[in-house]
């Protein structure tokens, strides 16, 4: 009778933490996907001057409008100065004790400059002006641009692929420390390293798995900024090859525990076999080992991946945190998840931005699958020669 | 000279005594069967004929042991190019998980001083003399994995002979067998006798009595009797031989 309830319980908290997983997925898709499908223009309407023959821009239009890098005239416009009034800057204009009429005074004045452009609720616009059409087309700018301001204002530059750019280099910097280091640590500790040692040393290396991650960063932050700062006589510390070798270091337990695992689990005959040939313990370890442990040595890489794409505090503490596309790991970046962690707490919730960060979680959720898909996929099946 | 010469030759491990002073000598070209039970000693005695046993913690080792008159354990001899000279195929087949090719060149390569031209060549050879080429000749490329545990071993024991030993050490090397790969090795065995010196380890006392021209039975570490394969098998002079040979124990 007791047993049929135990496996009750644990059917019970393993269907528990199947739907949960699942409730997170859903969840997840829910909130990221209708970022593709609205636009950041709710509730608000884009207006000119009734002369101005200017009647539909793109968003990227608009937005070289405002940023003064464009000017009408490139669009068939009036030859004037632009005057851009959105919510962000109506305080320009209006003292913020100004009662409703008043706004609608002054607005209805400033309606008279030729080269004004509205963005403001359909409720505030004065009547004489006529309504711009402003096309967004969500997969090109969340795909292609190249900017990332989702809250600049009258519209947001929500291309995600600086982010991605930052994620890439501090995931590349990373598994370029972390491979090498944790093949060689794997290496010497099952080669070289005499047994007496093994257990304190094993201790230290899982101590510095479960350190928290914001210890590693203020660390980081403390000792390895200033540190990249001299050597690359740069102004800034934070960048992407900080975050990268603290990252790679702080993967470094997780990759040498798996190739250990592996170099310990070949079969005692095949090494002596080896030696049996006349090889040294170094041409056992080149030849033999480590072609015999590369399976598990890509799935190390590919999981060591997918931890450093997802590592946020680290990163936020010493990326620098500048969305900008760079193309040097020494510049400032601002990885996928730094992201998530910064805005989100910001952006309220149901709007335009908060369904692009959470468009940024599901896009940041398909990579660290594929890359964990992968791994499994590959995992060692020739593990069993020479059983 | 003989080509293996004991003189006393006891092992320890740690505090373990594995084998109590054991003296044999081996002619050139002879095979010599080693049997006895289970933890007798007999498997560490091959394994000191190419200093395998040097990697066992608490290993150690009193009396001489020589190879073509050189003692093998004198501190001048490197192990590495001692197991070029002696060696050993394991209790079960051990391919290394690469092509049939590049497991046979395995311990070519090691040498670094062949070309590619030669090591083909050598690397056909010890096919040819396992008994292997013509099963495999268009497969080469193929991993080794793929082949049925007979020719495995076969393959193990090509790879041995490609380094071109003048000594053979086989521990067990049918016990995962099938009989008719078994009887494939034995063949393979009663020829390589012509240009080798073999020791081999084997739980079967008729594989050793078909094979070997010597026989050593080990018990508890001692060597019990040693002699002629033909008068071993008719007239043990040891009780304990004769109960272990007529199966009474072991």
């Known amino acids: ?100 009429q008043e706004i609608r005074l002054i607005l209805d004045s400033l309606a ?65 420390v972390v491979v090498p280091l944790g093949l060689a640590m794997a290496i010497y500790v099952v080669e070289f390293l005499p047994k007496s040692f093994y257990y304190p040393i094993k201790i230290l290396w ?85 072609p015999y442990v590369f399976p598990s040595i890509a799935t190390a890489t590919l999981l060591s991946a997918g931890r450093i794409l997802g590592e946020t505090m680290v990163v936020l503490m010493v990326s620098g945190n500048s969305p900008l596309l760079h193309f040097s790991p020494l510049q400032p970046v601002r990885t996928l998840p730094a992201t998530l962690a910064a805005e989100l707490g910001e952006a309220p919730v149901g709007s335009y931005h908060y369904h692009v960060l959470f468009l940024l979680g599901v896009i940041l959720f398909i990579l660290t699958l594929g890359l964990n898909l992968s791994a499994y996929l590959i995992h060692p099946k020739d593990a069993q020669a020479a059983r | 000279m003989y080509k293996v010469e004991a003189r006393k030759v006891s092992v320890w491990y740690g505090s373990y005594k594995a084998l109590d002073e054991v003296s044999l000598c081996l002619e050139r070209n002879q095979v010599l069967a080693l049997i006895g039970p289970s933890g007798c000693g007999k498997s560490t005695f091959l394994r000191l004929l190419n200093r395998m046993n040097d990697y066992i913690e608490g290993f150690r080792m009193e009396g001489q042991l020589l190879i073509d008159g050189e003692d093998i354990y004198s501190p001048e001899v490197d192990p590495v190019y001692l197991r070029r000279r002696v060696g050993m195929v394991f ?59 007979g020719q495995q071993q076969r393959l193990c024991i090509a790879r041995t002979l490609a380094v071109r030993p003048s000594l053979l050490l086989m521990d067990e090397p049918t016990s995962a067998l099938d009989p008719i790969s078994t009887a494939k090795i034995e063949e393979l065995i009663h020829e390589l006798r012509q240009t080798y010196t073999i020791v081999i380890v084997t739980h079967n006392m008729q594989q050793a009595a078909r094979i070997s021209d010597m026989t050593a039975f080990f018990y508890m ?30």
């Open chain 1, 1 to 100: 009778m007791r047993g049929r309830w135990g496996q009750r319980f644990l059917q019970a908290a393993a269907l528990t933490t199947f739907l949960v997983l699942g409730g997170l997925t859903i969840f997840l898709f829910r909130e990221g996907l209708p970022a593709l499908s609205k636009t950041p223009f709710e509730g608000i309407v884009f207006a000119v001057h009734p002369d101005n023959p200017v009647s539909t821009l793109t968003a990227a239009q608009v937005r070289a409008l405002v940023r003064q890098e464009k000017r009408w005239q490139d669009f068939n416009g009036p030859d004037t100065v632009l005057i851009p009034i959105y919510l962000a800057n109506i305080e320009r204009y209006v003292p913020p004790t100004a009662s409703i």
């Open chain 1, 206 to 290: 899982e101590l510095l798995a479960g350190l928290p991650s914001v210890v590693v960063g203020f660390w980081g932050l403390v000792v390895v900024v200033p540190w990249i700062q001299k050597v690359f006589r740069l102004t800034a510390g934070e960048t992407a090859l900080t975050a990268g070798i603290l990252l790679g270091w702080m993967t470094l337990p997780l990759m040498a525990s798996l190739v250990e695992e592996a170099l310990r689990a070949i079969p005692r005959l095949l090494e002596e076999s080896s030696y049996g040939l006349g090889a040294t313990q170094w041409q056992t370890i080149w030849r033999l080992k480590l």
């Open chain 2, 221 to 250: 570490g001692r060597l019990i009797e040693y002699g002629r394969t033909k008068d071993f098998f008719t007239n043990p002079q040891h009780p304990e031989t004769l109960r272990y040979i007529t199966g009474r124990f072991g």
């Open chain 1, 112 to 176: 008279e400059f030729p080269g004004i452009l509205f963005a403001l609720p359909p409720a505030l616009l004065p009547s004489s002006v006529k309504q711009l059409r402003v096309e967004w087309e969500g997969w090109k700018e969340i795909f292609f641009s190249t900017q990332w301001s989702p809250t600049y204002e009258p519209v947001p530059a929500v291309g995600f692929l600086p982010l991605l750019v930052g994620s890439l280099w501090v995931s590349i910097i990373g598994l370029a």
């Open chain 2, 91 to 149: 209790q079960k087949p051990t391919p290394f998980p690469f092509s049939i090719y590049e497991n046979v060149a395995y311990g070519l390569r090691l040498q670094n001083r062949l070309k590619e031209s030669q090591i083909r060549e050598r690397v056909e050879q010890a096919l040819r003399q396992a008994a292997l080429w013509d099963e495999i000749k268009d497969n080469l490329k193929k991993s080794a994995l793929a082949l049925s545990g």
